[in-house]
């Protein structure tokens, strides 16, 4: 009687179920991430693990990819691990992981400068390399940063975008973010430097600023084309404003008539460019952004690079840097088009 | 407590009706332990690396704040209460604690004080409002996780703040001697045995049962409930806060989404552990092995390269398989009660099991 006690039965259920769930998620691991004792390939044993921002993000998920890729080429093991949303501390608990596992090497998008700088250190000093790629950390908290642009080559594109699409001459506008974003500010600066040097036919009219707000950007963009009816350009350097005058425009008699270039992403903008109210606009390519991340892990682990002015090769890509700061610069933005823009997605 | 065979007393306390070993090992705390130590025997033998000597300090330092913020949450939740505001004091606490140690130079005590009288007046606000003002837990303590939080978003607005003074970090992180213990399991079980006592061994916490089974016969029966609801929820603002201050300083960093999402981390632990969310039912060891089971799942799951995803899953299944065999084991026992009585030639009064509240 004791035996067939139902709480007891009920228990037992209990620890079954979850003994099985267990029991199931053991035998459906994969066994060979960590072991460092298996050699396959060449460099078989270099374990790299990424960690995204969060898991489910098309960016991080094109990223990861090309890390992958890359890792393949050079006979590695890949992980991805991450934590489901994007909070400061999210990530910890990943890096803590890599770290036990004596992972080769972790490269991260950090969810925030410091606080997964102590897990960082914790695992560089147990013989973990550490890049960060995307975002970086405090500079002394991994081995060297994969930076996707710089400042000048961002405002150097935009700008040259909008010279050839409005043939070098004619008035334009700027549509950025809000007024105080520190990133915003600096590329304008920028461009307004590059057009007082190299394109003194282009005549900046204003800066608008939509917050970063859909509905805002949507209104700052009727508004500039209200002001100024001689307007032949917008640059949006924000992901969120060029998306939302690029939907202004393509229901506009503007369509076609006023250029809209800027920094957007390939999902966002597929529409557009196919209907004709967006020739080009640029960003970084995430795919080769995660494959030199790899390849910049690789080349710490086998001791290529060490420190500023050490160069390496990443695979297709060629040959890379590392600067000053411990950053690997990954080139010059991407120009998306109507002829490339179907082989992203993100 | 005394063992009852005269069975004249059977009907009266269903829970009673077995000898004390039984009562003692066949019941859901048990159950709960063993399955930790089952959890635990398992990785420890099966999964690579876990064996580890970092893997403990990693699983409580991670399951930390958890820990802290179930214990007071366990007395909440028995009341029949709920907060929802834990996460959102414990951010507001590592705010203030960061802001007065980066910008007004506090040494770090200091902030921390300031930081548990917060913690202390977010527990006033959700007590007061709760207890005496009579409004429904859910949706106050709903508002003050908005309120709390908003209050952290207009103090830092989007910055964040780093830089804490290095040997306090140093303390937070450093083991107890050579063990794999982290420091902070001291205040943990310092707490939780002050958790235990007071739920377990005083008549306050007898009373925190009985407002659990039912508040109005606890209120005749001499029980103070507005005052006890108030010091539960000024206990659970407390120790939010207390939690707050150890993830500042574990983090190095305070934003204004600092401990986003704890709330449902803890609740789903305490329920875990098997506290009834209806009140009345559960104890502080069961809600102890709950935490420390999900901290062991989700250590050894990231330890085979599972994803988060797959972490969250499973603890999800587990969570609503430990419902779903409460709520059984209370439908089968009610069923045989009333088996048992109906196969007795002499009929039994039909008062049974009422004394006791059942879910269905």
Known sequence: ?346 | MTTTTAPATETTYAAYARPLWQRLLLNRTTAMVALLVVAYVYAYNQVPFFSGKLTLYFLLMDMAPILLMALPMTLVIVTGEIDLSVASTLGLSAVVTGLLIHDHGFSLPAAALVALVVGVLAGLLNGVLVAYVGLPSLAVTIGTLALYRGIAVGLIGTKAISGMPAHWKDLVNRHIGTSSYPLVVIPIVVLAALFALLLHLTPFGRGVYEIGLNAEAAHFSGVDVRRTKLVLYVLSGVVSAFAGVFYLLRFDSANTDTGTGLELQVIAAVLLGGVSIFGGRGDLIGVLAGVLLIGVLSSALRLQQTGSDVIEIVIGVLLVLSVISTQLLDRVRSVRGRLRRTTRSAPAPEVGDGSRKVMS
């Not at chain 1, 506008?173 to 282009?202: E, F, G, R, Y």
Request: proline letters at 4%; a negative charge; aromatic letters at 8%.
């Open chain 1, 1 to 346: 009687m004791k035996w067939n006690s139902p709480r007891f039965a009920a228990a037992a259920a209990v620890a079954l179920s979850a003994s099985l769930v267990l029991a199931g998620c053991g035998s459906g691991s994969s066994s060979t991430a960590g072991d460092g004792s298996s050699t396959g390939g060449g460099g078989g044993d270099t374990t790299v693990t990424f960690i995204p921002k969060n898991l489910g993000n098309p960016y991080f998920d094109t990223s990861d990819k090309g890390g992958e890729t890359a890792v393949k080429e050079f006979g590695g093991t890949y992980a991805q691990v991450g934590p489901q949303t994007a909070t400061p501390d999210g990530q910890v608990p990943f890096i803590n992981t890599a770290a036990q596992q004596g992972i080769k090497a972790i490269v991260i998008s950090a969810d925030d400068a410091s606080a997964p700088c102590d897990a960082l250190k914790q695992a560089m000093s147990a013989g973990t390399k550490v890049v960060t790629f995307d975002s970086d950390t405090s500079a002394d908290c991994r081995n060297v940063f994969v930076n996707q642009a710089t400042a000048d080559g961002i405002a150097k594109v935009e700008v040259d975008m909008i010279a050839k699409q409005i043939g070098d001459s004619g008035e334009i506008a700027i549509l950025s973010a809000s007024a105080n974003a520190t990133n915003q500010n600096a590329w304008i600066a920028l461009m307004k430097k590059d057009l007082a040097a190299n394109h003194p036919n282009i005549k900046l009219d204003g800066v608008v600023y939509g917050n970063d707000d859909d509905q805002t950007s949507f209104d700052k963009t009727s508004a500039l084309l209200q002001q100024y009816p001689n307007l032949k350009g917008i640059i949006s350097p924000t992901t969120v404003g060029i998306a939302a005058a690029a939907r202004y425009l393509s229901k506009s008699q503007y369509k076609g008539k006023v250029a809209l270039t800027g920094l957007g992403t390939p999902d966002q903008m597929r529409s557009f460019v196919k209907d004709g109210t967006v020739q080009e606009f640029a960003l970084w390519n995430p795919e080769d952004l995660g494959y030199l991340a790899a390849y910049a892990a690789q080349a710490l682990v086998d001791g290529t690079i060490s420190g500023p002015g050490d160069s390496f090769k990443a695979g297709k890509l060629g040959n890379y840097t590392v600067g000053g700061d411990g950053s690997i610069l990954l080139g010059k933005p991407f120009v998306f088009d109507k002829s490339n823009i179907d082989q992203f997605h993100f």
